[in-house]
């Protein structure tokens, strides 16, 4: 497609030297329209990412992903174990969404929404930007001999990358655990919670490790979502290219607007030339498009040179993206949601489980009548405490349950024992099935169907 200045640019990474060695990526640092606004957008995702789970919906924190109890809370919905169906719908919409969106928009989740890259490009590389400066200043301090400007420099940098993975570790944890708990944890002994601060440490490192070291390479190399670029990408695929046409032939006085200046290379955080085409590991950062629309400036031509463009749009002007592909997606992505949005409205306030009790069988009284226990399990999925009454709706019976009333908080579980004694009149056989119903007041909830065993 373009004129190739390195041919090796499709064997290996950019990253990686002929003989298998990591080159460091010095990226400069990018300014301009496009990175002012991916600035905005992961300051508003970075109060997400700390707040989501200390605010609170209804006394229940926005998110909330609780694997210990099986709790989770997503934008306020509370799900439980027995919602997992309706939670895979969600994850499967999710997947379809993430799918149409790369194939219509390339790879924008990398360069925008994408936590490792938030955290990389702006919270660690401004701090090695704010540090250690220029490319210039940065390959200069990493060639120089132990200076007392390095040992300053290195140890500020990997001191405050230390302290952020910690605390980028405490934000994540609070996901999981909520605030509350966190928060116990940090001000309670160590002695009490010395696996939970071992866990925290490791993930802390885990992060020291990516940020520091690591970086580029989880999105070019270890990454599965940029390794299904491939087949995801079409034509009409919107992503950060290079207008070739308009561009080649490179060089000042050769007709085409590219000078070959190569600064849309010395921004690129993964170290790669856009001019060679669309690469895996393009995150689609856009900060090429900000560099080169300064280099149009200043050579007065117009921007855009490097832009959000399709092939189909560099090649034919054409700037649809609708295709037969992102249509089946779209269509696809629809129906989900709609079963999703369904199964969500239609699901019970209050969820039962009625169990015989394990090893139990059943009694016989000298009435002439038969006794199972039973366990009754409750959830709660209002915001309001739910009184509730247990009923027999199939057949005659008694039913005795230990403690006085079912009173379940609101989101809360509630479990207790009863036992239901039937006349041996209605029995019809040793494992007869009979059907209970769950009221609050005089409105019916949920029925539950289960087995009465008999001699
Ligand atoms: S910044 Fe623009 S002009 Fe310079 S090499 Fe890149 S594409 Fe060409
Ligand atoms: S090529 Fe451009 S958009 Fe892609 S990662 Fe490099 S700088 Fe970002």
């Keep these: 497609m373009t004129k190739t200045e ?61 694997i210990e109890n099986r709790k989770f809370i997503i934008f ?26 790369t194939v219509t928009f390339g790879r924008i989740w990398c360069g ?27 390959k200069k301090l990493d060639k120089s001999p132990w200076t007392k400007e390095k040992i300053i420099k290195k140890t500020a ?14 934000m994540f944890l609070q996901w999981f655990i909520g605030p509350e708990r966190l928060w116990e944890i940090i001000t309670g002994s160590i002695s009490e919670h ?34 299904m670029q491939g087949v995801l990408l079409d034509k009409k695929s919107v992503i950060v290219a290079y207008d070739y046409k308009r561009g080649e032939p490179r060089g000042a006085k050769t007709g085409g607007d590219c000078i070959s200046c190569n600064r849309c290379v010395s921004v690129c955080p993964t170290g790669i030339d856009i001019k060679d085409g669309t690469q895996l590991e393009c995150v689609n950062c856009t900060a090429c498009i900000d560099e080169c629309n300064i280099v149009m400036t200043k050579i007065n031509k117009p921007k855009g040179l490097i832009r959000f463009a399709s092939v189909e749009g560099i090649e034919n002007k054409k700037a649809s993206v609708w295709s037969a ?9 629809v129906v989900l949601l709609g079963i999703f949005v369904y199964m969500l409205a239609s699901r019970p306030t209050v969820e039962a489980t009625i169990l015989r009790t394990p090893g139990s069988t059943f009694m016989e009284t000298k009435d002439n009548k038969i006794s199972n226990t039973f366990n009754i399990r409750l959830i709660n999925k209002t915001h ?13 019976g008694k039913i005795q349950i230990a403690g006085s009333e079912i009173r379940v908080k609101d989101q809360g579980k509630f479990q207790t024992i009863f036992i239901l004694t039937i006349d041996k009149k209605q029995i019809t056989s040793d494992k007869m099935e009979i059907q209970f119903g769950l009221f609050n007041k005089d409105k019916l909830l949920d029925k539950i169907e289960v087995n009465f065993v008999s001699p």
């Design 384 to 396: 309001k405490e739910a009184v509730l009454t247990l009923k027999l709706l199939s057949h005659k």
């Design 76 to 101: 306020g919905v509370i799900f439980w174990a027995q919602d997992i169906l309706i939670l895979a719908f969600l994850m499967l919409s999710f997947i379809f969404f993430i799918l149409l969106f």
């Design 194 to 227: 010395y696996k939970g601060l071992a866990i925290m440490l490791g993930i802390s490192a885990f992060f020291y490790w990516v940020y520091s070291s690591i970086r580029e390479q989880i999105c070019t190399m270890f990454c599965p979502y940029g390794r």
């Design 112 to 138: 925008w929404l994408c936590p490792q890259t938030i955290f990389l490009e702006m919270v660690f590389r401004k701090v090695e930007f704010w540090i250690e400066g220029t490319v210039a200043q940065r």
């Design 157 to 170: 940098k990997h001191t405050i990358f230390i302290l952020l993975s910690i605390l980028m570790t405490n």
């Design 325 to 333: 592909r992102t249509k089946a997606y779209t269509a696809v992505l």
């Design 6 to 66: 390195e041919p090796s640019f499709r064997d290996r990474p950019k990253n990686i030297d002929p003989k298998g060695f990591r080159k460091w990526v010095y990226a400069k640092k990018p300014k301009g329209k496009w990175y002012n606004r991916r600035t905005a957008v992961s300051i508003l995702l970075l109060i997400f990412f700390i707040f989501a789970p200390i605010i609170k919906v209804n006394d229940n924190p926005f998110m909330l992903l609780d």
